[in-house]
């Protein structure tokens, strides 16, 4: 069974401050994607890692896939009240089904 | 907007009923997804259909079942339902059948079983 495991599971910032958050895995998966899901709505899909080491940035927001293709991290530069929200890592392993996270719940204060 | 389309938004029902959850795809996918998520249990791939036809199995429940129609709309059919059922049913789509592409989720049926 493949496992992700998201941490931290909660956090709570100033606005400005920076985070790190992490999906990690015993599993090396093939591709990981980033989700976003605001209270009450749908998951909105961030970004999609495919290469040991690839970094990919979205404005304020980092993604870096592991070199082992295991893990993965979210980085935030200067949080802002809008960034509220859980973020979900999931994985695939070739063309098995995609595998959440639980998530980290982000909540950015002013 | 993502283009996927369930109903109902919310579900209020007893234990021992029966509920049909719809799905209508993004136009022009043909992948749909189903997903369970609670609060203990995050976000759960539930079953996975294409064009038709299914093509991959997570944790549902045998008191759980899904189809995909010619139009390529999907339901998702719970029976029995007990207390622990309540969650949010989240369908997806996607244009092919590989989970690498992006999937497109809809805004989720909230199912409360009293």
């Known amino acids: 069974t493949q496992l992700l495991e998201q941490s931290p599971q909660f956090l709570s910032i100033q606005e400005g401050e920076n985070l790190t958050v992490y999906c990690n895995s015993s599993s090396v998966f093939s591709s990981l994607q980033w989700y976003r899901q605001e209270p009450g709505e749908d998951p909105v899909l961030l970004v999609t890692v495919v290469t040991g080491g690839e970094v990919k940035k979205l404005k304020r927001l980092t993604f870096q896939f592991g070199d082992a293709r295991k893990d993965s991290s979210l980085h935030i530069t200067a949080a802002q009240p809008g960034d509220t929200g859980l973020y979900l890592c999931a994985g695939t392993v070739g063309y098995s089904t995609l595998t959440f996270g639980k998530g980290t719940m982000l909540l950015v204060s002013p | 907007d993502s283009g996927v389309t369930q109903t109902p938004k919310h579900l209020i029902t007893a234990t021992g009923q029966r509920v049909t959850l719809r799905c209508s795809p993004r136009s022009g996918d043909l992948s749909v997804y189903w997903y369970q998520q609670s609060l203990d249990q995050g976000l759960q791939f539930l079953i996975q259909y294409y064009n038709g036809e299914e093509r991959a199995k997570g944790n549902i429940l045998e008191r759980f079942s899904a189809q995909q129609f010619p139009d390529l709309h999907s339901e998702l059919n719970l029976s029995s339902l007990e207390l622990g059922d309540s969650a949010l049913y989240f369908c997806?789509?996607?244009?092919?059948?590989?989970?690498?592409?992006?999937?497109?989720f809809g805004d989720g049926t909230r199912l409360s079983i009293l």
């Open positions: 997806a789509s996607s244009g092919g059948q590989g989970v690498n592409q992006p999937q497109h």
